[in-house]
């Protein structure tokens, strides 16, 4: 499976942004779809994933509220609307595809390039 995000930029406080991953491979429909987030001088942390069917979902306490991620699997790709942003979001967003899943970044095969995301305050 190769990723590709885009949707990253500049925004306010309290503003929104819809991240897109769009993947390439015919494994896209059965593979969980995560986002993970990973700010300068910070470790890479889970922010939200879905499964493959799009049924099932969670989300980091830190987002909880206010991001929602989706799936078409026709269209193999995966949103993250990110709403309510606060300053504390500015990262590189980046999406990753696992069969099975988790929130640990070492669970993901398959890693997208990233975008970045500043919410100025």
């Known amino acids: 499976v190769k990723l590709e995000e885009s949707g990253g930029g500049l925004v306010q406080a309290g503003g929104s942004l819809n991240l897109t991953c769009t993947a390439s491979?015919?494994?896209?429909?059965?593979?969980?779809i995560s986002w993970f987030r990973q700010a300068p001088g910070k470790e890479r942390e889970f922010v939200a994933t879905?499964?493959?069917?799009?049924?099932?979902?969670y989300f980091a306490e830190s987002v909880r509220g206010r991001f929602t991620i989706t799936r078409d699997n026709d269209e193999n790709t995966v949103y993250l609307q990110m709403n309510s942003l606060k300053s504390e979001d500015t990262a590189v967003y980046y999406c990753?595809?696992?069969?099975?899943?988790?929130?640990?970044?070492?669970?993901?095969?398959?890693w997208g390039q990233g975008t970045q995301v500043t919410v100025s305050s």
């Open positions: 491979g015919r494994t896209f429909s059965r593979s969980a």
């Open positions: 990753a595809a696992d069969e099975m899943g988790g929130t640990r970044a070492d669970e993901y095969s398959y």
């Open positions: 879905i499964s493959w069917g799009g049924g099932s979902t």
